[in-house]
């Protein structure tokens, strides 16, 4: 049988090159689009080597529309996953208008192309931070959305453009996953969160301290009105992540009828910084150098998922532990140490 065919807009990031993985893994053939504006191409060589195929991908930004056009005509896409985006909270609070540029025009330009190729069945990478700064919790899908940040406003902005899209043309079978916290990386080491420069996320700051690549850890606040005053998240192991997007395409592909289907991709757990960095500290037997500092703009204080829907419409659950997650980026931390020393 054939196999499917799926652009991968964004496969040589962080949640792509998992996500291929488990598309290989589970027959499909993904082609990766990516401009490594934020991912190093030898990503691309550890895929081949990890998963012992041939991965096509392709070099130009998917706000091109003439090019992207070129490679809906080279291939038959059953499906498009949309990674590609830029993410950093705090970067966009200083410069909006290149979120603004990349988030919003590199939708405009898919969607013109998906008005062309109506069957491609879209998953869209949305984010927990659509719920703005909510009041309680754990949050469904159907909470009140809103912002905190120019990244919150373009995610928004972005389900919004694909509601809008699907009123339009209503046989297009869209999915967006709303993601709480990905970290971790996969067993095999090879792969993991590789950023290019400083890392806004936690956990790839928490290893790179732990190696001694940075000296010390910053822990943004500590007068949250949580229980321990540091932020509670829902931290999602990457490979779990990567599990919902296949259960995202099977979805689509069962249904007969156009969908905007919107679901939570978290653990339902939530988890404080403090205590992530202990589950660290337990898990690797590594003391932390940390201190606190004060909040970051952008940060809400408390966000968990709901995950009722995701288990009862997607068939999808998050199988993984928070400690299986760290320890997994700390051998990732680890082989980047053996295969990239001199990256400081
Ligand atoms: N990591 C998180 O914490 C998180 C949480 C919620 C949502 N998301 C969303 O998930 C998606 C993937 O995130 P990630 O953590 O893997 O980020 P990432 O930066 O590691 O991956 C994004 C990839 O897209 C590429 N890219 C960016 N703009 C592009 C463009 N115009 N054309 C082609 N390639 C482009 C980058 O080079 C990078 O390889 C993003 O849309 C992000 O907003 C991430």
Redesign the pocket.
């Known amino acids: 049988m054939q196999r499917k065919q799926i652009l991968v807009?964004?496969?040589?990031?962080?949640?792509?090159s998992h996500t291929i993985v488990t598309l290989l893994e589970e027959g499909y053939e993904p082609i990766v689009?990516?401009?490594?504006?934020?991912?190093n191409p030898a990503v691309i060589k550890k895929l081949q080597k990890l998963t012992k195929k041939e991965i096509p991908f392709f070099n130009?930004?998917?706000?091109d529309f003439d090019k992207l056009i070129q490679l809906f005509k080279k291939y038959s896409f059953s499906g498009v996953i949309?990674?590609?985006?830029?993410?950093a909270v705090g970067e966009s609070v200083v410069n909006p208008l290149k979120y603004f540029d990349?988030?919003i025009t590199?939708l405009i330009s898919l969607l013109k192309v998906i008005e062309k190729y109506p069957n491609t069945n879209l998953v869209f990478?949305?984010?927990?931070?659509v719920y703005g700064n909510p009041t309680s919790y754990p949050v469904t899908e159907s909470f009140p959305v809103g912002f905190n940040s120019p990244?919150g406003f373009t995610?928004l902005c972005n389900e919004q453009m694909l509601m809008q899209f699907h009123t339009a043309l209503q046989s297009t079978k869209i999915c967006s996953l709303r993601?709480f916290?990905?970290i971790g990386a996969h067993e095999s080491g090879l792969i993991g969160?590789e950023?290019i420069g400083a890392p806004n996320?936690l956990v790839p700051f928490i290893t790179q301290t732990a190696a001694g690549w940075r000296e010390q850890l910053t822990v943004f606040g500590n007068d949250y009105n949580t229980p321990d005053g540091s932020c509670l998240r829902d931290y999602i192991h990457v490979m779990d992540l990567a599990e919902a997007h296949v259960s995202a395409l099977k979805y689509l592909e069962k249904r007969k009828e156009g969908c905007n289907a919107i679901f939570n991709i978290g653990t339902g757990i939530p988890t404080s910084v403090l205590e992530l960095i202990k589950v660290f500290e337990q898990e690797t037997g590594k003391t932390l150098n940390w201190k606190f500092g004060p909040r970051r703009a952008g940060d809400v204080p408390a966000i968990y998922a709901n995950v009722e829907k995701s288990l009862k419409e997607l068939h999808w659950k998050a199988k993984r532990s928070v400690n299986e997650a760290v320890l997994s980026a700390w051998n990732f931390q680890k082989h980047s140490l053996i295969t990239n020393p001199s990256i400081k």
């Open positions: 807009t964004g496969g040589a990031g962080y949640i792509g689009l990516d401009d490594f504006r934020n991912a130009f930004s998917c706000c949309h990674f590609a985006a830029d993410k990349n988030n590199g990478s949305s984010s927990c931070t990244y995610k993601y916290n990905p969160e950023p996320n």
